[in-house]
Structure formats: C-alpha cells, structure tokens
C-alpha cells in the first residue's frame, strides 16, 4: 500500500452534532458577549460618520423614505445592507444604540461561529475564533467604526472565505454579493478570497454575486440616480492632503500615537503571519493565512489606487484581515506565549480607550463628540424658526439630532451636483464618459437658499452674519473648539 494512500486507515467516529458543534456555539457566544460589553463602552461615542447611516435608518423605519431629508432622496449611503438591517432593529427597539449594539452581537457571533468552522476545515487549534473576536474588539481603528459596516463586512468576509474553501460557489456567491452591499469596494478583498480558496465554480459564485448585487445597483442607478453611491466620487484625495499611503504617520500618528500603535501591531502580527504562513504554504492553514492577508492588501491597494480620501474606516478591512491572519498563525503555532501576548494586547487596548462609558473613540477625526452635536442639533428648530441651516462641514449627528434641518452635499442633490461636476471633469475622457452615464438618471436640482450657516470657530473665528448662538465643543485628541451659528 501506498505511504500516503489511507484507503485501508481506520477513520475515526464522527462526533455527534451537539460536539460538532460545541466549539462553534461557545465562539458566537463569546463574539455576542464581546459585542454587548463592547456597545455598553461605546453607546454614548459613536463616531459622527455612524450618524449619517442612523438618520437614513430613522426616515427608513419611520416614513419609508431612503435619505438624509425627508423631501429628496438621497445616493450617499454606501451601505445599503448595513441600512437595512438597522432599519429593521430600530423600528423594533426603537432606539439608535440599541439597534447598533444588538447588529454589532450578531455580527460578532457570526464571526465567531464561521471563524471556529474555519478553524475546524483547516485543523488549527479551538483558541483561533476566540484570538479573532478577542483582536477585532479591541484593536482601536477597528471599535472606532462602531455603527457602520465594519463589522457586518468582517462576517461576511469570513462567511465569504469559510464557504470558499468548503466549495460551496452557491453560498460563496450570495455572500460576495452581501460584501458588495455592505460596501462596494468588499468586491475586492471577497473576490481575492474566492480566486485563492474556490477550486471549482468561480464563475458561478461571480455570477451569482453579480445578480445578488445587481438588483440592488440596477435599481439605484433608475431611482437614486447613480449605479455606484455619490459619496465614492467626493471622498477623494486632493493634491497635498493626506492619503492611504501617508495617513497612518500624517494624520493618525499625530493626534493618536497609542491607538496608531495598537492598531500597527494587529497589522504587524498579521504580516509576520503572512511570513511563517508562507514557509508552511502547502499546508491548508497557511493558504487560508495569506488568502486573507492577501485580501486585506488588496482592498487598501484599491482604495490608494483611486485617490480615496483615509477615513479611518477605509482602513478597517486591512486590519481585519491581518488579525485573522494573525489569529491562524497563533492558532497553528499555539504556546502560552502567543495567547498570552494576544490577551495582554486585548487588555492594554482596552485600559488605553479610556474610563467607561468612554466619552469619544479611541481613534475619530472629528472637531466635536457626537453627543454634543446631537444636543446642538436639538436646539437648532426653536433658533432657526424650523429653517434649514448649512452644516460646518461634519453634519451627521447634527442632521440626526435636528431632524433633518442641517444639511449639505450628502442629503441635498443641489449641493452635492457641483461637486459632482468637479469630479466628472477632472476624470479624463473615458471617465467623463463613464460617470456621464452613471448619473445618466441624475434629476437636476437647484442648491438650496440657506439663511442660516453653521462654522467652526477654528476655521472662520469670525463668521459674516447676524450672531445667533455659539457652543463650546471639545475632542480630546483636538481640544477645545466652538460651534457658531449665524444668519446670513
């Protein structure tokens, strides 16, 4: 007989569902308790980018209106599955944090369950799952993104890379069409998932997430206006502002040197995963290591590729991927040591976010708390007659708390077209084209008389206008700063 050929071997007897399954039960509940306690922290610090989703959440559930303002609709949110799924909780509960705490268990727990399959296909060891949830909610650039899709598109990347190396192109298909509604650009590190781990049926996993993501595009493109968002096009780089590439030291570093830190040894431990996996790249283990390693270089070579401006969350699928990477690489290696450095890391992370609840993420580029433009927003009606006010620059707590009356170019058509415009121009004439017929459906809108302005002391220390009102308002990475209101 053969020394590989195990025909005539023994097999050992297949354990019953409820032992299967222990390991995959104990690693979702473990992600769902990771996700409560973690929203218990962060309920009153979402970042004021969750703000714009929660505002489209809100219209959603309670007029069935898709945008910012309830008299026009809107193409700027990324993340129509994310929004769905928010609208359901929150016309449930009735309550903006509550609906993003239980979506971030539930996606935790997803994470868990298919991180422990993931961990049994490849044969590493029961601490993977636990080492990946235990990395994805302490690790600081990953939390800050708390109430977008974040962590709904980390489930769904490991959904997309569990599924792919069992072979299943059915169930991989309709989930690399789910990464594309949590956020166009996931077609990228979920389509390097599905070459590196799908032997067979590729093109039907494509073709079925094409269709999945297709119904939803189609129809955004005939109702919204646009086949991709508006905001892919305005969140660019300009020409001496930072970018993908020089963020991280430009603009992290300088105003969060130890989250910048925390969050650079997830990515680092991911790359030196990467290196022991590839030594051992025969094995099974080490190709799922480097599919996702892979994966997460991919997307942010993407996003640099197209001049996308770093928000902080851009970042999070790279991260994400690298401590996967780095969870197998532990899980394979095993020793206390390695557990014990990924359970000191979790815990110093932790302790360095600040006393709880905390008061602001441990790593958001905003001029204000969230909780302080929601009560601003709330004494905008009664100050302005209940006439719309243009935002300073950062809206979305604003527009949330004063029910829809500040605005700018992500809910008004009028302001955003200009910019738009702007774009379309400077893109060359295979790009004109090509925007010219995404927008090709795109009503024209006229922008908006708006008597009243809202600015940063910081930046206009004397606004032209009638004095209305002026609010202190601090970050800590920032520090203090006002809030004005005048009318023109």
Not at 3 to 25: C, F, H, I, M, Y
Not at 124 to 130: N, Q, T, V
Not at 248 to 256: A, D, K, S, T, V
Not at 403 to 411: I, K, M, P, W, Y
Request: charged share 15%; hydrophobic share 50%.
């Amino acid at each position: 007989m053969n020394a590989t050929d195990l025909s005539g071997v023994p097999t050992e007897k297949r354990p019953e569902p409820t032992q299967r399954n222990r390991l995959e039960w104990w690693a979702a509940g473990s992600g769902a308790a990771a996700g409560a306690g973690l929203i218990l922290l962060a309920h009153r610090a979402l970042a004021d980018d969750a703000w714009i989703t929660l505002t489209y959440v809100r219209n959603l559930a309670e007029h069935g209106h898709w945008g910012l303002l309830l008299d026009q609709t809107s193409n700027t949110q990324t993340s129509p599955l994310n929004a769905w799924l928010l609208t359901a909780l929150f016309w449930a509960v009735r309550s903006p944090a509550v609906a993003v705490g239980v979506l971030l268990a539930v996606t935790l727990a997803i994470t868990g369950w298919w991180s422990a399959r993931l961990a049994r296909r490849i044969g590493a060891s029961a601490a993977m799952p636990f080492a990946v949830v235990a990395l994805l909610v302490t690790t600081p650039l990953v939390v800050s993104t708390i109430g977008l899709e974040t962590y709904l598109g980390i489930a769904v990347l490991v959904g997309v890379g569990y599924h792919a190396l069992a072979g299943r192109s059915w169930a991989t298909g309709a989930l690399w069409g789910l990464a594309v509604l949590c956020r166009p650009d996931l077609v990228v590190p979920a389509g390097v998932l599905v070459v590196v781990l799908l032997r067979r049926g590729r093109v039907r996993a494509a073709a079925i997430g094409a269709l999945l993501a297709l119904l939803w595009h189609v129809w955004s493109w005939l109702r919204l206006g646009g086949f991709i968002p508006d905001t892919t096009f305005i969140k660019v780089s300009e020409p001496g502002s930072p970018t993908m590439l020089t963020a991280p030291l430009e603009l992290f570093w300088r105003y969060y040197p130890v989250s910048t830190a925390l969050t650079a040894i997830t990515v680092g431990a991911g790359l030196c995963g990467g290196i022991w996996a590839w030594r051992h790249r025969r094995s099974t283990w080490a190709r799922v290591a480097l599919a996702f390693l892979l994966a997460g270089w991919a997307h942010w070579a993407a996003l640099l590729s197209i001049d996308a401006y770093p928000q902080a969350w851009y970042f999070a699928p790279l991260v994400a991927c690298s401590a996967m990477t780095a969870s197998i690489v532990i899980a394979e290696v095993g020793g206390v040591l390695c557990c014990a450095g990924t359970a000191l890391l979790a815990a110093f992370s932790l302790v360095s976010a600040g006393p709880a609840p905390w008061a602001a993420m441990p790593l958001v580029f905003n001029m204000a708390r969230s909780d302080q433009y929601l009560a601003i927003g709330a004494e905008i009606p009664a100050l302005t007659g209940g006439n719309r006010v243009r935002g300073p620059g950062e809206i979305e707590a604003l527009a949330y708390g004063s029910g829809g009356l500040v605005v700018d170019h992500f809910g008004d058509r009028g302001l955003i077209k200009p910019l738009l415009d702007q774009r379309r121009e400077r893109s060359g004439l295979v790009g004109e084209d090509l925007l010219r017929l995404n927008w090709l459906h795109q009503r024209n809108a006229s922008p908006p008389r708006l008597d009243y302005e809202l600015h940063f002391a910081s930046i206009l220390p004397d606004p032209p206008g009638r004095h209305i009102k002026t609010w202190p308002i601090d970050l800590p990475a920032r520090g203090q700063d006002e809030l004005v209101l005048v009318e023109r």
